[in-house]
DNA sequence: TTCAATTCCTACCAATTTACTATGAATAGT
DNA sequence: ACTATTCATAGTAAATTGGTAGGAATTGAA
């Protein structure tokens, strides 16, 4: 049960779009991969997901790069990791087909677990994680 | 962020032990493959690491088989997890090595999720899951 | 209007991990 | 001695992860 690179680099570029979020300024990818270390092409794949989600708008061609929809101080670290984690799901049976379903001794508790650890992800904002006020 | 198989499948064989905790019989790996539905052989192997954390006694030989070394109404779930979960660790980097330390913004919050996940499950015990009274 | 800088789309790939299967040794009761 | 069991460990196919790569579409600036 490991978090992937994906959901870490995804944290990163949001901490990263928050610091400049009181800016006119987009963020490119170039920049966010030097402020990262992660590769430009995995960003990008990372940052679409974001996109999807309505967490970062976009604008193309010169001047161009990436941008938060939302002040850093109501977006949580939940909304972010949902978006890039493949929605954060501990088991498939959850929103999806349960082979067992009915019989499945543990379906109600990895519910239960689900809401634990989002409820927790939703008190975190961005601006809190890029204070270390956790 | 999923949970293995080796975790679900644990939790049925703890389940499974549960209910023959008060019984003088152990329960033998054909009896729990035939009840989960999972390979003698793999059981094996997911039995083991519990064995390892002391979750479980054996007992080899003819009449021989597995038996909880602990009331199910006090062996919690989050003890049967992280025996076969590799510890439930988050990131690599909690308890190991972290390349980025002092400098990792999330490193924080991986640990406050950790503890908040174990800490629910292991509010949850054995009986109560048996019973789905979660 | 052309050019350069950017995002967007999608195909591909190697390494790792998962989820097992398989073999056989060690041990204990009958 | 025999049989039923756990224990230890090696092997392996499929899925997933963690990327790389190529190029099309779009936009601002010269």
Chains 1, 2 share one sequence.
Do not use: F
Request: a neutral charge; aromatic letters at 8%; glycine letters at 6%.
């Amino acid at each position: 049960m490991k978090m992937s690179s994906k959901a870490r680099y995804g944290l990163y570029v949001a901490v990263e779009l928050a610091q400049n979020y009181n800016k006119d300024e987009y963020t490119n990818v170039t920049t966010l991969s030097q402020k990262t270390g992660v590769s430009e092409k995995y960003l990008e794949q990372i940052i679409a997901l974001m996109k999807k989600q309505n967490i970062v708008t976009a604008t193309r061609g010169a001047t161009g790069g990436y941008k938060l929809t939302e002040s850093p101080y109501t977006l949580t670290v939940g909304r972010v990791l949902r978006a890039v984690e493949d929605n954060l799901e501990i088991v498939d049976c959850l929103h999806g087909e349960c082979a067992q379903r009915g019989t499945c001794v543990a379906h109600n508790l990895w519910g239960k677990l689900y809401e634990n650890i989002n409820s927790y992800l939703d008190t975190v904002t961005l601006s809190q994680l890029a204070e270390d006020n956790i």
